[in-house]
């Protein structure tokens, strides 16, 4: 990730996410985010109704962050980023990402330049082009 100059990525559910971590998780109008900085640990971003499931899924990271239907997924990313020291820099956007989230994330931490994940990604051996399959190869 630093050999791209990237300070964090930010996956949205597909097959970055399941290789990367193991979590399979179909994608929603609710939006379920994986934090990955450059230095220190991952942050998960999810839905408060799906906190006991996805505990279940999660092995890597205990920094689980849920927001309430009134509340805003983007605002706890920014927050997320901030944490980890990620208020300047660039930030890695999964392709995998929707323009909403895309563009929700922007809107909460309007400092940080965003750019495409992809090369960093394929550099750990995420093969953007397969359907979510976990690191072993197995659906």
Do not use: C, N
């Amino acid at each position: 990730m630093k050999e791209f100059g990237l300070s964090a990525i930010v996956l949205e559910p597909g097959p970055a996410m399941f290789y990367l971590t193991g979590v399979r998780w179909g994608k929603s109008e609710r939006s379920f985010i994986l934090v990955i900085p450059a230095k220190g640990e991952p942050a998960w971003v999810l839905p408060g109704f799906e906190e006991m499931r996805a505990r279940e899924l999660i092995h890597s990271g205990a920094d689980i962050r849920v927001w309430q239907e009134d509340e805003s997924p983007y605002e706890r990313v920014a927050q997320a980023l901030k944490d980890r020291g990620v208020a300047a820099g660039r930030v890695g956007m999964d392709d995998a990402a929707r323009f909403f989230v895309f563009d929700g994330v922007r809107k909460e931490a309007p400092k940080l330049d965003y750019v495409s994940a992809t090369q960093a990604l394929k550099s750990a051996g995420v093969d953007l082009t397969q359907p979510a399959m976990g690191r072993r190869g197995k659906q």
